[in-house]
């Protein structure tokens, strides 16, 4: 089993929908988790961290499920420059280089 | 705002030749990273360093060495480039007390 899984998609959602994104990890001991965004063909950019109660930045909700093991990222209202790659990553603990890369989920926004 | 930035956006090289990638960041970072990106197989490390002249293996190391002399540098060096290091490479910083990753731009590597 990979350390860090997401559905590959692509989700095609039109403008204004909400969508949402699961990301399932499998090392209980993780410590930490993020979302990053990546742009086609760029290179990829802090979006969230997720804490234990969940957080909210704007349109973007993301929330940490300890007990199945999973974080979610919610997108309200989607816009077309939503168009993007996410990616999961947990730091599984122990230092920097326990830092793991999900593949991706892929979001186009359709008009 | 912290700038990290590589010395190709594309390189050509040919089987068995010797590559050097560069990254430097302006940041006073301690922490720099390599990483390949592939599809399917997301971000990969390759090696880190926490420390000018020091280094440690990440997930991927075979063919691969390191170099950080001054601590805005870290270069990535192919020894012998070989077609299955063909990707998209990429460049990382941070500070010590973060866990946010600052990425340079990549470097798509295709050795023919």
């Known amino acids: 089993r990979k350390e860090v899984e997401q559905d590959p998609g692509p989700f095609n959602v039109p403008e204004g929908a909400t969508v949402a994104f699961n990301c399932t990890y499998s090392n209980s001991a993780s410590q930490s988790f993020f979302w990053y965004r990546q742009d086609c063909r760029k290179e990829p950019k802090l979006l969230m961290s997720?804490?234990?109660s969940g957080n909210e930045d704007g349109r973007f909700t993301a929330q940490l499920n300890r007990a199945s093991q999973y974080i979610s990222l919610l997108i309200r209202d989607s816009k077309l420059s939503d168009s993007a790659t996410y990616l999961c990553?947990?730091?599984?603990?122990?230092?920097?280089?326990?830092?793991?890369f999900g593949t991706g989920t892929k979001l186009q926004v359709i008009p | 705002d912290v700038k990290v930035t590589q010395s190709s956006r594309y390189l050509v090289k040919r089987t068995g030749e010797k590559v050097f990638l560069e990254c430097v960041q302006d940041m006073d970072h301690e922490n720099m990273f390599w990483y390949r990106q592939d599809p399917g197989l997301g971000l990969r490390l390759i090696y880190f360093s926490y420390d000018v002249k020091m280094k440690e293996k990440g997930d991927i190391p075979e063919g691969y060495s390191v170099s950080r002399e001054k601590k805005e540098r870290f270069s990535l060096i192919l020894e012998s480039a070989s077609t299955n290091q063909t990707s998209m490479y990429l460049c990382?910083?941070?500070?010590?007390?973060?866990?946010?990753?600052?990425f340079g731009p990549g470097t798509r590597l295709t050795v023919t």
């Open positions: 990553v947990v730091n599984i603990g122990g230092g920097y280089q326990k830092v793991t």
């Open positions: 997720v804490y234990s």
């Open positions: 990382a910083s941070l500070a010590g007390s973060s866990y946010e990753q600052y």
